[in-house]
């Protein structure tokens, strides 16, 4: 059987959440995919080998957003085949002077804005560093990261949210019909 592994690089005080206590987390990823995980705890660098490519790929996105900041349990619904997990780099798209104003924007005053938006699309949303990492039913996660380029672009507050109101309603009768 064909062996696949796969290197990735997770901030260092992310190391002891994806551990977990007495490494239940590390241990609880391992058993739910298959896939053997060994982690440099000084360097940040986490190695994971498996025979499944698929699980493999799963593994990869769990451990990913638990260094982009997400709760390994949250994490852990990308084990669901209809959930998915996004990256936004901010680096990417805003210049760095502007970057704690677009975090704010994105998170809004005491998380409201932030919370706005996961419940409109019931997905979860987790701004850490350069990044805005979403996890949710992949329909869910495409509305989601519309939501917050539009407010990286500058759309008003209000307007994005009658945007996913509107699809949400329309998402609604769909369930219906």
């Given at each position: 059987?064909e062996?696949f592994?796969?290197?990735?690089?997770?901030?260092?005080?992310?190391?002891?959440?994806?551990?977990?206590?007495?490494?239940?987390?590390?241990?609880?990823?391992?058993?739910?995919?298959?896939?053997?995980?060994?982690?440099?705890?000084?360097?940040?660098?986490?190695?994971?080998?498996?025979?499944?490519?698929?699980?493999?790929?799963?593994?990869?996105?769990?451990?990913?957003?638990?260094?982009?900041g997400?709760?390994?349990?949250?994490?852990?619904?990308?084990?669901?085949?209809?959930?998915?997990?996004?990256m936004i780099?901010?680096?990417e798209?805003?210049?760095?002077?502007?970057?704690?104003?677009i975090k704010?924007?994105?998170i809004?005053?005491?998380?409201?804005?932030?919370?706005?938006i996961?419940?409109?699309?019931?997905?979860?949303?987790?701004?850490?560093g350069?990044?805005?990492?979403?996890?949710?039913?992949t329909e869910?996660?495409?509305?989601?990261?519309?939501?917050?380029?539009?407010?990286?672009?500058?759309?008003?507050?209000?307007?994005?949210?009658?945007?996913?109101?509107?699809k949400?309603?329309?998402?609604?009768?769909?369930d219906v019909?």
């Amino acid at each position: 059987m064909e062996e696949f592994s796969y290197t990735l690089k997770i901030p260092k005080e992310r190391v002891a959440v994806l551990i977990g206590k007495e490494g239940s987390i590390k241990k609880r990823i391992e058993e739910e995919t298959a896939i053997h995980i060994r982690i440099d705890s000084d360097e940040g660098d986490v190695y994971i080998k498996g025979e499944d490519a698929l699980k493999l790929y799963t593994c990869r996105e769990i451990i990913k957003a638990i260094g982009r900041g997400f709760n390994p349990e949250i994490a852990l619904l990308l084990l669901k085949y209809d959930y998915s997990f996004e990256m936004i780099s901010l680096n990417e798209m805003i210049k760095p002077s502007a970057m704690e104003r677009i975090k704010g924007r994105i998170i809004g005053s005491d998380g409201k804005s932030r919370r706005t938006i996961e419940e409109l699309t019931r997905c979860f949303i987790c701004v850490y560093g350069k990044t805005v990492g979403i996890i949710g039913e992949t329909e869910n996660v495409a509305l989601a990261r519309r939501a917050v380029e539009s407010l990286i672009q500058g759309s008003p507050h209000s307007s994005v949210y009658k945007f996913l109101e509107r699809k949400r309603r329309e998402m609604k009768k769909k369930d219906v019909l």
